[in-house]
């Protein structure tokens, strides 16, 4: 049986260096990551699927350049030997990539998406795809058409969405890193929920080839780790100009492990906004004492606090479920049993069986967001929602310009509750939707953001998130890193005995 001492437990960075010096193996440590998973995954459901045959073979093969690397006194490369664990909504070549929709259900990709393709070539190999909510549309990854994930911190609740599994894989150490998309916070928001870490990129800093899309104005793949210095290790690796998604930006990506190095936690001269407008009604009382506590100690620490204000906050909402709808009903009407899927086999004409087969495949909420995507576009209502919703967007961005004239950094609640109950608020879309409230607006703003183990209420995960301008990532690594070595929350791990 795994227990807490299983090499499980590790982070990449901490792993990759146990590798490079020989002192475990990839083999040892994919057969820890698969005894944990065969021993948990009854209860907590993280992965859809689980290549345990593929992954020991590669482990093996790492397993000889680690060897090769030390016999020629060569550094190997940064994750050679270290598993991961991939939201089911990334392409990987050969294996069954499902978005968490029936719809897709014995998809084979003919290739691996390009992040997937850096990993790869960084030495790290696939060890299982995580549950989602179906087209990471939601907040609880209870839309999923496979079932629903545990949250490992309390069995009866929800590990967050749609990242959901890779958050609980995570959480529960039935992984070393993972990756997941964030189109309205479906990294953060799981990560606030299982005490672990979570970043989404800049807009554009991540390459998007071969993510299955859903509002693709605003997805991005963003790093799930035990820590924060994985997550910029995993940034240093995804992040970059890729010819194939045009909305990449060429810009130089630092090495995010630079705003790291360092032994000295003070922040000082670090300008840290609280904006107001993220302490809303129905915040959960425990969420925003904790906020506060860690406000404070980023004070502590150094950093000057000011109060600043972002006018616009409160339209993120309806903004999002306007355009992100919009988005998906374009990017779902590829979807129609012709080119990818199952077919629905009916009588009757090509669109008998395109309308069968959608019926068939697609959840509930999908549905929904069609629909709903599909009449903010129609011509008499387009200047009215989708029109009005992007102008609105551009205030929202304004909003985000101004405050870091004045400040290097934002911070807030990721979540404004404490994990749900399963079931709480599955038939309650505008509540699921409340689920996102301090996740929306960074998309909407092509900003950068994450969230990191911020407190605990009765024993559930508080997380705390940290936003910079676009591609200043460093700045709110370096807040999260001095907070993260100087407390103790993300060593504290669920009791899964
Ligand atoms: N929960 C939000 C939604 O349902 C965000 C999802 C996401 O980021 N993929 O759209």
């Known amino acids: 049986m795994a227990t807490e001492t299983s090499i499980a437990c590790l982070t990449a960075h901490a792993a990759a260096e146990l590798l490079r010096r020989g002192e475990i193996s990839s083999v040892e440590l994919t057969q820890a990551v698969l005894e944990r998973i065969a021993e948990l995954e009854p209860k907590i459901h993280a992965y859809l699927l689980v290549t ?38 990334i392409s990987t070549q050969g294996v069954t990539t499902t978005a968490g929709s029936r719809v897709l259900e014995n998809f084979v990709p003919v290739y691996d998406a390009a992040v997937i393709e850096k990993l790869k070539a960084a030495g790290a190999h696939l060890i299982g795809k995580t549950n989602l909510d179906e087209f990471a549309m939601g907040s609880s990854t209870e839309n999923s058409g496979y079932g629903v994930t545990r949250n490992p911190w309390d069995l009866e609740r929800v590990p967050g969405g749609s990242s959901g599994g890779s958050a609980a894989a995570m959480a529960a150490d039935e992984g070393i890193f ?38 693709s104005s605003l997805d991005q793949v963003g790093p799930m780790t035990k820590d924060v210095r994985d ?10 100009h ?31 906004g609280v904006p107001r407008e993220y302490f809303v009604e129905g915040m959960a009382r425990e969420v925003e004492a904790a906020l506060r506590a860690a406000i404070a100690h980023l004070e502590a620490l150094g950093a000057e606090i000011h109060a600043v204000s ?17 988005e998906a009903s374009a990017n779902l009407a590829r979807y129609d049993g012709v080119k990818y899927g199952p077919r629905a086999d009916v009588p009757g004409d090509v669109w008998d069986v395109m309308r069968a087969t959608r019926g068939r495949g697609f959840g509930a909420e999908v549905k929904r967001r069609i629909m709903l995507g599909t009449y903010a576009l129609s011509a008499g209502y387009y200047d009215a929602y989708y029109v009005k ?43 699921m939707y409340l689920a996102d409230v301090f996740t ?34 460093e700045k709110m690594l370096r807040v999260a890193y001095a907070y993260e070595q100087t407390t103790e929350w993300h060593k504290r791990k669920p009791q899964l005995a």
Not at 54 to 73: F, M, N, T, V
Not at 231 to 240: H, K, S
């Open 231 to 240: 997550a910029a290790l995993i940034l240093n690796i995804i992040a970059g």
């Open 242 to 272: 890729d010819a194939r998604d045009a909305t990449t930006v060429d810009v130089p990506v630092p090495n995010y492990l630079d705003a790291l190095e360092t032994r000295d936690w003070r922040l000082k001269g670090m300008r840290v």
């Open 440 to 473: 929306l607006a960074q998309p909407l703003a092509g900003i950068p953001a994450i969230c990191i183990p911020a407190g605990f209420s009765a024993g559930l995960p508080v997380g705390m998130q940290i936003m910079a301008r676009a591609f200043e990532e």
């Open 389 to 431: 919703a992007q102008k609105v967007r551009t205030l929202i961005k304004r909003d985000f310009d101004a405050a870091f004239d004045k400040v290097d950094v934002l911070v807030s609640a990721a979540s404004p509750v404490p994990p749900f109950r399963i079931g709480e608020r599955v038939d309650d879309p505008l509540q």
């Open 52 to 89: 345990a045959e593929d992954a020991l073979e590669q482990a093996r093969r790492a397993d000889e350049k680690l060897a090769q690397a030390r016999r020629s006194g060569e550094r190997a490369s940064p994750l050679q030997g270290v598993p991961m664990t991939i939201k089911d909504v």
């Open 178 to 215: 993972a990756l997941g998309t964030d189109t309205g916070g479906s990294v953060r928001q799981p990560a606030s929920l299982t005490s672990t870490v979570g970043l989404r990129p800049s807009y554009g800093r991540v390459s998007r080839w071969g993510v299955i899309a859903f509002a």
């Open 310 to 326: 972002l006018p616009h906050t409160e339209y993120a909402l309806p903004t999002y479920y306007i355009l992100a709808p919009a």
